[in-house]
Nanobody, 118 residues
Framework: QVQLVESGGGSVQAGGSLKLSCTTP????????MAWYRQAPQKDRELVSA???????RYADSVKGRFTISQDKSKNTLYLQMNSLKTEDTAMYFC????????????WGQGTQVTVSS
Protein backbone atom coordinates (compact mmCIF):
# COMPACT_ATOMS: atom_id res chain seq x y z
CA GLN A 1 0.00 0.00 0.00
CA VAL A 2 1.53 3.28 -1.14
CA GLN A 3 0.82 6.06 1.32
CA LEU A 4 0.89 9.70 0.26
CA VAL A 5 0.48 12.22 3.08
CA GLU A 6 -0.44 15.84 2.39
CA SER A 7 0.02 18.74 4.80
CA GLY A 8 0.14 22.52 4.78
CA GLY A 9 -3.46 23.36 4.12
CA GLY A 10 -5.31 25.95 6.13
CA SER A 11 -7.28 29.16 6.04
CA VAL A 12 -5.87 32.31 4.50
CA GLN A 13 -7.16 35.61 3.23
CA ALA A 14 -7.26 36.38 -0.46
CA GLY A 15 -3.86 37.47 -1.68
CA GLY A 16 -2.07 35.28 0.83
CA SER A 17 0.16 32.25 0.37
CA LEU A 18 0.30 28.63 1.44
CA LYS A 19 2.74 25.84 0.74
CA LEU A 20 1.43 22.31 0.52
CA SER A 21 3.63 19.26 1.06
CA CYS A 22 3.16 15.64 0.11
CA THR A 23 5.46 12.99 1.52
CA THR A 24 5.82 9.70 -0.32
CA PRO A 25 7.81 6.48 -0.23
CA UNK A 26 11.26 7.09 -1.70
CA UNK A 27 10.88 4.87 -4.75
CA UNK A 28 7.95 6.97 -5.96
CA UNK A 29 10.25 9.82 -6.88
CA UNK A 30 12.58 7.53 -8.72
CA UNK A 31 9.96 6.11 -11.05
CA UNK A 32 6.81 8.19 -11.06
CA UNK A 33 5.41 11.48 -12.10
CA MET A 34 3.31 13.27 -9.52
CA ALA A 35 0.57 15.84 -9.45
CA TRP A 36 -1.66 18.06 -7.37
CA TYR A 37 -5.42 17.96 -7.88
CA ARG A 38 -8.18 19.86 -6.15
CA GLN A 39 -11.89 19.42 -5.65
CA ALA A 40 -14.27 22.13 -4.57
CA PRO A 41 -17.77 21.36 -3.24
CA GLN A 42 -20.15 20.31 -6.02
CA LYS A 43 -17.37 20.39 -8.56
CA ASP A 44 -15.31 17.73 -10.33
CA ARG A 45 -11.75 17.03 -9.29
CA GLU A 46 -9.38 19.02 -11.47
CA LEU A 47 -5.68 18.90 -12.19
CA VAL A 48 -3.82 21.83 -10.67
CA SER A 49 -0.25 20.96 -11.58
CA ALA A 50 1.87 17.98 -12.53
CA UNK A 51 5.55 17.14 -12.62
CA UNK A 52 7.02 14.24 -14.55
CA UNK A 53 10.00 12.25 -13.35
CA UNK A 54 12.23 14.22 -15.74
CA UNK A 55 11.13 17.44 -14.06
CA UNK A 56 8.76 18.70 -16.74
CA UNK A 57 5.94 20.71 -15.18
CA ARG A 58 2.52 21.82 -16.30
CA TYR A 59 -0.19 23.92 -14.75
CA ALA A 60 -3.87 24.59 -15.07
CA ASP A 61 -4.47 27.93 -16.75
CA SER A 62 -6.24 29.18 -13.62
CA VAL A 63 -3.08 28.87 -11.50
CA LYS A 64 -0.30 29.72 -13.95
CA GLY A 65 1.97 32.41 -12.59
CA ARG A 66 0.63 31.94 -9.06
CA PHE A 67 1.39 28.31 -8.14
CA THR A 68 4.69 26.46 -8.37
CA ILE A 69 5.15 22.69 -8.16
CA SER A 70 8.48 21.33 -7.00
CA GLN A 71 10.01 18.31 -5.37
CA ASP A 72 12.84 17.55 -3.00
CA LYS A 73 14.03 14.04 -3.70
CA SER A 74 16.28 14.02 -0.64
CA LYS A 75 13.14 14.42 1.48
CA ASN A 76 10.79 12.36 -0.72
CA THR A 77 8.48 15.35 -0.74
CA LEU A 78 6.37 17.07 -3.37
CA TYR A 79 5.43 20.72 -2.85
CA LEU A 80 2.90 23.19 -4.15
CA GLN A 81 3.69 26.82 -3.43
CA MET A 82 0.50 28.84 -3.79
CA ASN A 83 0.74 32.62 -3.98
CA SER A 84 -1.82 35.34 -4.65
CA LEU A 85 -4.56 33.01 -3.51
CA LYS A 86 -8.12 33.69 -4.62
CA THR A 87 -11.42 32.65 -3.09
CA GLU A 88 -11.95 30.34 -6.05
CA ASP A 89 -8.85 28.38 -5.00
CA THR A 90 -10.82 27.09 -2.02
CA ALA A 91 -10.89 23.29 -2.29
CA MET A 92 -9.57 20.03 -0.95
CA TYR A 93 -6.12 19.49 -2.44
CA PHE A 94 -4.82 16.01 -3.18
CA CYS A 95 -1.47 14.75 -4.30
CA UNK A 96 -1.28 11.85 -6.72
CA UNK A 97 1.47 9.64 -8.07
CA UNK A 98 2.29 7.15 -10.80
CA UNK A 99 0.34 7.26 -14.04
CA UNK A 100 -1.02 3.90 -15.13
CA UNK A 101 -1.53 2.62 -18.68
CA UNK A 102 -4.78 4.60 -18.87
CA UNK A 103 -3.02 7.85 -17.92
CA UNK A 104 -4.71 7.83 -14.54
CA UNK A 105 -2.81 8.29 -11.29
CA UNK A 106 -2.60 5.10 -9.28
CA UNK A 107 -1.97 6.50 -5.80
CA TRP A 108 -3.70 9.28 -3.93
CA GLY A 109 -3.37 11.05 -0.63
CA GLN A 110 -6.23 11.83 1.73
CA GLY A 111 -6.22 15.52 0.93
CA THR A 112 -5.63 18.78 2.75
CA GLN A 113 -8.19 21.58 2.90
CA VAL A 114 -7.39 25.05 1.60
CA THR A 115 -9.86 27.83 2.40
CA VAL A 116 -9.38 31.32 1.02
CA SER A 117 -11.58 34.07 2.39
CA SER A 118 -12.23 37.52 0.96
Amino acid sequence: QVQLVESGGGSVQAGGSLKLSCTTPGYIFSYCGMAWYRQAPQKDRELVSAISNDGTTRYADSVKGRFTISQDKSKNTLYLQMNSLKTEDTAMYFCAACLDQYSKYSYWGQGTQVTVSS
